[in-house]
């Protein structure tokens, strides 16, 4: 994450010229890399489509470059809980990261620094801000997408990865470093649309911990 205030104030500008949404340094979402079926622990890798899978946070810039990747759990594991036990979510819960917001859906819970979407809008203004912030999101989507259009081999169309989950999780680790290099250097992009196969349909968070509603209801107020 952004720690120089020149940098910082640099994502935060890029952000907001997505769809007029302030104070965003990053997008977070999930997405499933198919594979084989390991020897050790296999059901817990299986996941809701019914195929053996890693599932891989990621924290996005506005570029698509990966500010934060985290793969090493299996398939079957909640989004919400690989948030609550990554790093990045302990960072933000100490106000280590103590600037700005993350982007996130359904599958995650509302934060005062973690903003997800209004499912039922009842308002002009809850309307306004679920529509800037679908838009402003989807960055994240289209960057694991753009991430698997490069390295086909972490990509449904491109089979099954057959190594140890360990292994698979290391060649994920190697690739997001190798796409944002691409970035860095400008390569460029592949014809192919940026579509996200390893992206199950959500799964909401259904739990208590919900204490941004305030802080989300105030930005509608304000902005939107």
Partial sequence: MPTDPVELQSVLQRFYNVANFPN??????????????????????VNRKNYHSVNVQGVCDSDMKFMNIVAKWPGGTHDAFIWANSNISEMFENRTIGHGWLLGDSGYPLRPWLLTSVLNPGTRQQQGYKEAHMKTRSIVE???????????????SGGTLLYTPK????????????????????????????????RLGRQHYNSNLNDGADVRQRLINGRF
């Fill in 142 to 156: 289209r960057s694991f997408g753009l991430l698997k259009s490069r390295f086909r081999c972490i990509d449904t």
């Fill in 167 to 198: 292994r698979c999780c290391d060649i994920v680790i190697s690739v997001v470093v190798l796409h944002n290099m691409c970035i860095s250097h400008s390569l460029p992009l592949p014809a192919d649309n940026f579509e996200d196969r390893g």
């Fill in 24 to 45: 965003i340094v990053g997008a977070i979402d999930g997405t499933h890399i198919r594979i084989r079926s390991p020897s050790v622990d296999e059901h817990i890798y």
